[in-house]
């Protein structure tokens, strides 16, 4: 597996401050604020969770899925496969992602939360791919951008494979051509 990845974009200890530094400014900008995370699976998982743990605040989880990828491509087609079942009107929202990359599934997710009258939503991701996207979108908050490269590891996947690397690489290209 790790012989698929043409190098390392973040290692294991990069990802960690990346956690660190975000899960301090979170803290920071919702102290007098009820936080609600919804993590958008499966991608998520490993971020939300170390996240999480660096969120100084007490806090709501809830999970929601939204696809719009087939292998590598992105179908244009953003579906809602699993939904929240908490009412989220007068709450704080923050979406929790792996990237941004054509900022489809994210626009379709946050109109779907205002309709429920959240107080406030933000974007919290990891990555940020801002030469891939498909239509406008910023993150409230960024780990790191990246070039548009193809990515797996700590929950990114090719073909629901590479989730479990420990840090993110770059794909090498005859895997997935």
Known sequence: MHNDIEKVLLS???????????????TDDYKDKSLI?????????PFLSDLSKRINLPLEIYYMKASSYKGRESSGNVKIDLDI???IKDKDVLLVE??????????????LLKMRKASSIKVVSLLDKPEGRLVPFE??????????VFVVGYGLDFNERYRNLPYIGILKKAIYI
């Open 12 to 26: 294991e200890k990069e990802i960690q401050e990346i956690c660190c530094n975000l899960g301090s400014r979170i």
């Open 37 to 45: 995370l919804i993590g958008l699976l499966k991608g998520c998982n």
């Open 139 to 148: 993150a409230d908050y960024v780990g790191k951008t990246i070039p548009k």
């Open 98 to 111: 792996d990237i941004v990359d054509t900022g489809s599934t994210l626009t379709k997710v946050i109109s």
């Open 85 to 87: 079942d908490i009412d």
